[in-house]
């Protein structure tokens, strides 16, 4: 069976400093792999889409990075972090084939201060 | 995009039928509908998707109306478990990424006893 996790489950961080939150999935090969981002109280943001080893997409402008250095992993990263980054990160993945459901990670919920 | 527009919020009492409605009045011939549901501080959790004809699972069921314009995700036998936000959402294909979900606001469930 597929798992996906994700980690660390919670952060807080200082404005200005750097950022990686990982997500890893097994039991599956080739997976697409998504970031999202959900604000207190609001619905799910699309961040970045990757199809394959070194493959990202970005949905909207912003202050993040994404890298997939490997076929399972899923990096998001920031090299200074804002306030108006904090919320509940997700990491999502989905057989490679269209119009197949995401499986959504336990997600790392980032405060910044 | 196609757009999805559900109430805020519903309660609904244990043990009784919740019937979620959601009007997606511009959805294109070949967009999908999807449902998910997040309950508090997890990621989403796939409930049931579909194209024009009704469908049914071992979670739900999904009204579609022929004109497509709405649908409705049926919880038969509501539990106190099944709090949670459900979301529509029309999903707008990308051939290269899959499946692209836009989530909305939801409707934040309330399963009373």
């Known amino acids: 069976s597929q798992t996906i996790h994700q980690w660390p489950a919670t952060l807080v961080q200082p404005v200005g400093s750097p950022l990686s939150l990982e997500c890893t999935v097994e039991?599956?090969?080739?997976?697409?792999l998504y970031w999202y981002r959900q604000a207190a109280g609001r619905g799910l943001q699309l961040l970045f889409y990757?199809?394959?080893?070194?493959?990202i997409s970005s949905e909207v402008p912003q202050n993040l990075s994404a890298s997939r250095p490997q076929d399972r992993q899923f990096i998001l990263s920031s090299k200074k972090l804002l306030l108006s980054d904090s919320g509940f990160y997700l990491c999502?993945?989905?057989?490679?084939?269209?119009?197949?459901?995401?499986?959504f990670g336990p997600g790392t919920r980032l405060t910044v201060l | 995009d196609a757009k999805t527009t559900q109430p805020t919020s519903m309660d609904c009492a244990e043990g009784r039928a919740a019937n979620l409605p959601c009007n997606h009045s511009?959805?294109?011939?070949?967009?999908?509908v999807y449902w998910y549901r997040q309950i508090h501080s997890q990621g989403p959790q796939y409930i049931i998707h579909?194209?024009?004809n009704n469908e049914t699972n071992e979670m739900a069921s999904l009204i579609i109306t022929e004109d497509r314009k709405s649908s409705t995700l049926i919880l038969p036998h509501a539990t106190l478990r099944d709090t949670a936000v459900y979301y529509c959402?029309?999903?707008?294909?990308?051939?290269?990424?899959?499946?692209?979900?836009?989530f909305g606001g939801g409707t934040r469930l309330m399963v009373k006893p």
């Open positions: 999502a993945w989905a057989r490679g084939s269209s119009y197949n459901e995401q499986f």
């Open positions: 039991g599956t090969s080739n997976p697409n």
């Open positions: 990757s199809v394959g080893i070194g493959q």
């Open positions: 511009t959805i294109s011939g070949n967009e999908y």
């Open positions: 579909g194209l024009k």
């Open positions: 959402i029309v999903m707008r294909m990308n051939n290269n990424a899959g499946n692209m979900l836009t």
